[in-house]
């Protein structure tokens, strides 16, 4: 039993939702085009075709399109050993769609994870909280207009967006420079670069105090 | 409060109904539940994982996983780096088996890339080496932690005497201990060092003789032995329902390992049975990944005793970084090397998943590409993150205590969960 013979059997019954097959790379693709609808066709999925192992969800920012978010399902079953890949649209005025956690229960971290990071709300969910991110951080990371550099929070026992100890330094990466030759220390000339280190210092507050994470990185 | 009777309930479903009807009598009586805050310090949570415990006198009623310590942003990064640049990040997930990460990663992006099956028989071979050292390398330290956690502190100095040794073979094969970045899209950075295949089989014989004493400090031990045994049981369905994949899946019984289900490289080519438990508790757990390690010893011995000659990267200038000593001397290569160096290689546009079975479960990687040398979207899914969403579950109902044993035996790093 082939990932393509499970997928015209889901085509069968949720034709008119179900795009043709996309094959690439020996993996089959399914593109349903009312997101309403996806924990129907995941619990059809389930049941009846025995795609009983949710491998993970994915959601990708197509900046600039619309619909701007797409949602991946990757579906295994242990029965038949072959994998199925849903996908769905969802736009930005929305921004919704509903749980699948009734279907798997492994789907409530991965979408909590998704709506911390991209913004997309779960209906039905039985705890969607931010998950890698705290509680009240107002941006959504993973979203492409959101700098690799972050932004500032307004939340100053929580998170500090202070210049780090040693931002400006000599071998300090610059982040969030325009290009590569803007981020890489080692094509800086040490005057230019003290005084636009000052000039970024004396815009940021005044450093009074230092944060040493008690939870530093270095702990195995 | 729960008497000596009700903590002797074996079955924590049973115990857990208990609780809660004990706590329906009591209900009105202030105090009779205590929030206790369990990490992300604490020395049993290997790292920074923080979980939130409601009990009853000494039984938890409620866990709740706080995760995201450790958050990185690794994916946001990989979209702003092209493929060959996010191999040092890969490091970082998993960071008790380096090479296993770098393994998974590189073979992703090969089949985004399409040249996955044009690998060189020697790089296929060098690779499953790396992935099986990872793999002990990463039990042994699971396995030690776990025998500490629950006060066997002997075990822990023992595994870490064998780690040591692995670590000196990952410093000579790829010049670090730890982070080790060895594999190039379509290749490795480098062949293996002289003599070191002998150092390697000679691992190989000294590490057995590890197993069989971690073995007889710990499988037959009474202490270990009382504190595993039907502590936190994970039933086959519900470790499907939750995604849980690795040693972990398979102590519930079920027999899926990638390396038999969908084999890469040349896991087919090698014999390696795939050991399951029976009842998914903690000392299944452990079985599994003792056993686990043996296999690889096997898988490793076959290796060596295999590997062939030739190349270890794909002939293809446009794909993979050309040596260095070309690029200093022949015009080709040094063209190649600026535009791999400076745009990355010419991926198409498609998406792909890879999955890999690594130490702690299947780590997999989502690519979403529109085409050049950076992804559109690189998703990871961590075996840890997916494998702690299942605690909720399996806590409640066991005693504080057993919370360290569950957590050793899930074993699980945060690197990964929180990327």
């Known amino acids: 039993m082939s990932s393509l013979d499970q997928a015209n059997k889901l085509r069968a019954q949720f034709g008119e939702i179900l795009s043709e097959s996309i094959e690439f790379r020996g993996e089959i693709t399914l593109k349903l085009s009312d997101a309403n609808r996806i924990a129907e066709v995941c619990e059809f999925a389930k049941k009846s075709l025995g795609f009983d192992y949710l491998v993970d969800i994915s959601s990708v920012d197509n900046y600039g399109d619309d619909p701007r978010f797409t949602i991946v399902y990757e579906l295994y079953s242990y029965g038949h050993r072959t994998h199925l890949r849903l996908k769905t649209d969802v736009g930005e005025e929305r921004s919704e769609l509903p749980t699948v956690t009734g279907v798997w229960k492994t789907a409530d971290w991965h979408e909590r994870e998704i709506y911390d990071m991209m913004g997309v709300r779960f209906g039905g969910h039985p705890d969607l909280r931010r998950i890698l991110m705290w509680e009240g951080y107002p941006h959504f990371p993973l979203r492409k207009d959101f700098p690799l550099a972050g932004k500032p929070t307004e939340m100053p026992d929580i998170a500090f967006s202070r210049p780090a100890p040693l931002e400006g330094g000599p071998f300090v990466t610059v982040p969030g420079g325009k290009d590569t030759l803007a981020r890489e220390p080692r094509v800086r000339i040490p005057e230019e670069d003290s005084l636009e280190t000052n000039a970024r210092l004396e815009r940021r507050p005044e450093i009074k105090e230092a944060h040493i994470d008690p939870n530093h990185i270095s702990r195995p | ?419």
């Open chain 2, 1 to 419: 409060m729960p008497t000596v009777q009700e903590m002797q309930i074996g079955d924590a479903a049973a115990r857990i109904q208990r609780v809660a009807a004990a706590t329906d009598e009591l209900s009105d009586i202030e105090g009779e539940k205590m929030v206790l805050n369990m990490g992300p310090s604490h020395p049993s949570t290997h790292g920074v994982l923080r979980i939130v415990l409601e009990l009853d006198g000494e039984i938890i009623t409620k866990a709740t996983p706080d995760v995201g310590y450790l958050h990185r942003g690794d994916e946001k990064i990989a979209e702003n780096m092209t493929y060959t640049q996010f191999i040092p990040y890969t490091d970082r997930l998993d960071y008790l088996a380096p090479l296993a990460n770098n393994v998974a990663y590189a073979l992703a992006v090969e089949k985004l890339m399409g040249i996955e099956k044009q690998l060189p028989p020697r790089c296929q071979y060098i690779r499953v080496i790396c992935c099986e050292l990872a793999r002990i390398s990463a039990h042994l330290l699971g396995v030690g932690a776990f025998a500490m956690d629950v006060g066997a502190m002997t075990v822990f100095l023992h595994t870490f005497y064998e780690r040591e040794k692995i670590y000196n073979l990952c410093e000579s094969l790829t010049g670090a201990r730890f982070t080790t970045s060895y594999t190039r899209i379509g290749g490795l950075s480098r062949d293996l060092p002289p003599g070191w295949v002998e150092q390697c089989r000679k691992f190989c014989d000294e590490v057995v003789v590890n197993f069989n004493e971690t073995e007889k400090l710990l499988t037959r031990n009474r202490i270990f032995v009382d504190r595993t045994k039907d502590v936190g049981v994970l039933p086959k369905d519900v470790a499907i329902d939750y995604g849980i994949t690795g040693p972990n899946l398979r102590g519930s019984g079920i027999e899926y390992d990638l390396r038999k289900a969908h084999p890469y490289l040349v896991y087919d080519q090698l014999e390696f049975d795939v050991p399951v438990g029976s009842v998914g508790d903690c000392y299944d757990r452990y079985l599994v990944r003792m056993e686990e390690m043996r296999q690889s010893v096997r898988i490793l011995k076959q290796c060596l005793k295999k590997l062939p000659d030739g190349p270890v990267n794909i002939p293809d200038g446009k794909t993979v970084l050309p040596a260095k000593n070309k690029v200093l001397t022949s015009m080709e290569e040094l063209i190649h090397q600026f535009i791999l160096v400076t745009q990355g290689m010419n991926a198409p546009a498609g998406e792909i998943y890879f999955g890999a079975e690594n130490p702690k479960g299947e780590l997999g990687f989502y690519i979403n590409s529109k085409g050049g040398g950076t992804p559109h979207r690189l998703k990871i899914r961590g075996p840890s993150f997916v494998n702690l969403s299942v605690l909720p579950r399996l806590l409640p109902g066991h005693m504080m205590s057993d919370v360290v044993a569950i957590l050793g035996s899930i074993d699980f790093v945060m690197g990964e969960c929180d990327r």
